[in-house]
Nanobody, 122 residues
Framework: QVQLVESGGGLVQAGGSLRVSCAAS????????MAWYRQAPGKQREMVAQ???????NYADSVKGRFTIARDIAKNTVYLQMNSLKPEDTAVYSC????????????????WGQGTQVTVSS
């Protein structure tokens, strides 16, 4: 009922920047918290950044000061701006939407995108 489509991943050198995007097929930001997760091979998935339905942001310690999450509400798109990238940032980055209330849009409280690969070379 809601599709999340990530884009913008790719190969970048250490110290470089990349912006990944997550486009939602419907307007959901009013009640859904949006987050970026990443998972590297052999490692657990971790939340790296979140923007709540109220607009508050949260970041993993490992990316604070380097990554910025932002929403374009009119475009139903959430972005993750990644600066000063490190090889350890290499992972599949996935977009997640999770309802902040008991209300849902499209009948589900949790949506995931397909993921986009970010590779940071040393």
């Amino acid at each position: 009922q809601v599709q999340l489509v990530e884009s913008g991943g790719g190969l970048v050198q250490a110290g470089g920047s990349l912006r990944v995007s997550c486009a939602a097929s419907r307007s959901i930001f009013n009640i859904y918290n949006m987050a970026w997760y990443r998972q590297a091979p052999g490692k657990q998935r971790e939340m790296v950044a979140q923007v709540t339905s109220a607009g508050s942001t949260n970041y993993a310690d490992s990316v604070k000061g380097r990554f910025t999450i932002a929403r374009d509400i009119a475009k139903n798109t959430v972005y993750l701006q990644m600066n000063s990238l490190k090889p350890e940032d290499t992972a599949v980055y996935s977009c997640n939407a999770r309802s902040a209330t008991m209300l849902t849009i499209g009948g589900a409280s949790d949506y995931w995108g397909q993921g986009t690969q970010v590779t940071v070379s040393s």
